[in-house]
């Protein structure tokens, strides 16, 4: 058991390890030559790129996707969807530990922050703020060692300097001597044929709001946002692209040989069966292969963070129409979704407001399986047209 506070020699060490590589963070940042293609970004953004990125997580709506249809938007042209910036955040490290330490890893959640839209011509830098980190082991001394770190944060720079957006992701990680249990609470989820017609209804009736206005005057403390699903859920496999070498070489051959895991994620390579000790290939870890989840401690795979948090953010730009603004948002994780789960995203308005000559509402969203338990939650701030502007292109028609 741990003492918050209290650290042995081991811990010692794995704290100012990550005090020396977090002073090394900071700074312009530029993508490692092994990041996946899908987080090394553009030097410039283009409109092919806004759409590619939209086209992968909210198809359905004609605002990301479509040229012709963006134009004749307030906006004028396409934007860049609320979570594209994500594609030049840093990439995370893993906190340095040594064999036999096993270090279970769970992404609590992200903070977002917009302040003006990013359209293609834009060219955009990244300066990277430096990773925190906290204790965060139970104050009861009964638990494990737990540490909770910041990563990832950063603020997005346009080629004026000025600053478009902000991001924070926050991890929290476990230390374990020896392999975690294996937990026992997730099971195939079964569905009646009822179950899955309600779905299908509201899948298929899910429509964005689109060029009809929400006024912020129109909008009340309380009002539903309505439902929409995201499920059953399936394994996603990430792009990540080949091999990383530098320019001018071509890889080597190279044969993936069995390495003793380190803990944490294994996304990659081999894990020993815990009873027979035989090798298994990874097959895209813990989201992607059952045995691969279970040497992590998980009962079989889990979901991308992707598959809750975008339909949370569908939600909240279905319902603000072409003319809203998302200025923040923020989800946190609170229940690993096994992979084959269904989710109802539901979501309110808790706040409305006027600050700085800006008409904001704050939104509360989240995911509900069909066991009956919220697996993710979102704050979020979006910025509506208010029927006391001077609503860009509008025009008043008389009829005489």
Same mark, same amino acid.
């Given at each position: 058991? %741990?003492?918050?506070?209290?650290?042995?020699?081991?811990?010692?060490?794995?704290?100012?390890?990550?005090?020396?590589?977090?002073?090394?963070?900071?700074? =312009?940042?530029?993508?490692?030559?092994? !990041?996946?293609?899908?987080?090394?970004?553009?030097?410039?953004?283009?409109?092919?790129?806004?759409?590619?990125? !939209?086209?992968?997580?909210?198809?359905?709506? &004609?605002?990301?996707?479509?040229?012709?249809?963006?134009?004749?938007?307030?906006?004028?042209?396409?934007? %860049?969807?609320?979570?594209?910036?994500?594609?030049?955040?840093?990439?995370?490290?893993?906190?340095?530990?040594?064999?036999?330490?096993?270090?279970?890893?769970?992404?609590?959640?992200?903070?977002?922050?917009? *302040?003006?839209?990013?359209?293609?011509? +834009?060219?955009?830098?990244? =300066?990277?703020?430096?990773?925190?980190?906290?204790?965060?082991?139970?104050?009861? @001394?009964?638990?494990?060692?737990?540490?909770?770190?910041?990563?990832?944060?950063?603020?997005?720079?346009?080629?004026?300097?000025?600053?478009?957006? !902000?991001?924070?992701?926050?991890? $929290?990680?476990?230390?374990?001597?020896?392999?975690?249990?294996?937990?026992? *609470?997730? +099971?195939? *989820?079964?569905?009646?044929?009822?179950?899955? /017609?309600?779905?299908?209804?509201?899948?298929?009736?899910?429509?964005?709001?689109?060029?009809?206005?929400?006024?912020?005057?129109?909008?009340?403390?309380? /009002?539903?946002?309505?439902?929409?699903?995201?499920?059953?859920?399936?394994?996603?496999?990430?792009?990540?692209?080949?091999?990383?070498?530098?320019?001018?070489?071509?890889?080597?051959?190279?044969?993936?040989? *069995?390495? $003793? &895991?380190?803990?944490?994620?294994?996304?990659?390579?081999?894990?020993?069966?815990? /009873?027979?000790?035989?090798?298994?290939?990874?097959?895209?870890?813990?989201?992607?292969? +059952?045995?691969?989840?279970?040497?992590?401690?998980?009962?079989? !795979?889990?979901?991308?963070?992707?598959?809750?948090?975008?339909?949370?953010?569908?939600?909240?730009?279905?319902?603000?129409?072409?003319? @809203?603004?998302?200025?923040?948002?923020?989800?946190?994780?609170?229940?690993?979704?096994?992979?084959?789960?269904?989710?109802?995203?539901?979501? #309110?308005?808790?706040?409305?407001?006027?600050?700085? @000559?800006?008409?904001?509402? /704050?939104?509360?969203?989240?995911?509900?399986?069909?066991?009956?338990?919220?697996?993710?939650?979102?704050? %979020?701030?979006?910025?509506?047209?208010?029927?006391?502007?001077?609503?860009?292109?509008? #025009?008043?028609?008389?009829?005489?």
């Amino acid at each position: 058991m %741990a003492v918050r506070g209290k650290y042995s020699d081991l811990e010692k060490e794995i704290l100012e390890n990550f005090e020396q590589v977090a002073d090394t963070r900071k700074g =312009w940042y530029k993508p490692p030559l092994d !990041a996946p293609a899908f987080m090394k970004g553009e030097p410039i953004i283009t409109a092919e790129s806004l759409k590619k990125y !939209a086209s992968g997580l909210d198809p359905w709506n &004609p605002f990301w996707n479509l040229e012709e249809y963006a134009v004749a938007t307030r906006w004028g042209g396409l934007i %860049a969807h609320p979570f594209y910036l994500e594609r030049l955040k840093p990439m995370e490290k893993m906190l340095k530990t040594r064999k036999g330490l096993f270090l279970t890893f769970y992404l609590m959640g992200h903070d977002y922050e917009y *302040y003006q839209p990013i359209r293609p011509g +834009d060219t955009i830098r990244t =300066w990277a703020l430096r990773p925190t980190l906290e204790d965060s082991t139970d104050l009861s @001394g009964k638990g494990l060692r737990k540490f909770r770190y910041v990563d990832g944060q950063c603020d997005y720079i346009n080629q004026r300097d000025e600053i478009m957006g !902000a991001f924070k992701q926050y991890v $929290e990680v476990t230390l374990h001597e020896g392999r975690p249990p294996v937990d026992k *609470y997730f +099971d195939d *989820y079964g569905y009646t044929q009822k179950e899955l /017609d309600h779905l299908a209804e509201i899948f298929e009736s899910e429509k964005p709001r689109g060029a009809e206005i929400r006024y912020w005057e129109d909008v009340n403390v309380g /009002d539903d946002m309505g439902t929409i699903t995201d499920g059953p859920t399936t394994f996603l496999h990430m792009d990540f692209g080949a091999p990383a070498v530098p320019p001018g070489e071509v890889p080597k051959r190279t044969f993936t040989r *069995y390495e $003793e &895991p380190l803990g944490g994620p294994v996304m990659g390579g081999y894990v020993p069966d815990r /009873d027979t000790g035989l090798l298994y290939p990874v097959h895209g870890g813990r989201h992607g292969y +059952d045995r691969a989840a279970q040497f992590e401690g998980g009962p079989r !795979a889990w979901i991308y963070n992707v598959q809750s948090r975008y339909p949370m953010c569908r939600l909240i730009t279905n319902w603000m129409g072409d003319d @809203g603004f998302v200025c923040k948002f923020g989800w946190r994780h609170i229940w690993r979704t096994p992979v084959g789960d269904a989710l109802l995203i539901n979501g #309110k308005v808790v706040k409305k407001y006027v600050d700085n @000559g800006e008409h904001l509402v /704050d939104l509360s969203v989240w995911c509900l399986n069909l066991r009956g338990t919220i697996t993710d939650m979102a704050q %979020a701030t979006v910025k509506l047209v208010s029927k006391e502007d001077e609503y860009p292109g509008a #025009k008043k028609v008389v009829k005489r």
